[in-house]
């Protein structure tokens, strides 16, 4: 199941933001998204993604890890 999950720790902050600006525009009401990020793109996204739309979760996998899932909660 981890290898379906994206690794995304080595993008740079800009890098991982655009992606996921992408691919949270082509959510569907419901879905979510996981990937895994290290904490300084962690801390970059949580409140971008903590907003009404949407809601962002994360499980810390390590040291610099963290397994982030985000869901569209308003359409």
């Known amino acids: 199941?981890?290898?379906?999950?994206?690794?995304?720790t080595?993008?740079?902050c800009?890098?991982?933001?655009?992606?996921?600006k992408?691919?949270?525009k082509r959510m569907k009401k419901g879905k979510d998204f996981c990937?895994?990020?290290n904490r300084e793109q962690y801390d970059n996204i949580k409140e971008p993604f903590n907003k009404k739309s949407?809601?962002?979760t994360s499980q810390?996998?390590?040291?610099?890890r963290y397994l982030?899932?985000?869901?569209k909660i308003k359409a």
């Open 54 to 56: 949407f809601q962002l």
């Open 60 to 64: 810390k996998q390590g040291n610099n």
């Open 68 to 71: 982030i899932t985000i869901s």
């Open 22 to 24: 992408i691919k949270t």
């Open 35 to 37: 990937f895994y990020s």
């Open 10 to 12: 080595e993008l740079t």
């Open 1 to 8: 199941m981890t290898d379906s999950i994206p690794n995304f």
């Open 14 to 20: 800009t890098n991982l933001m655009l992606k996921l």
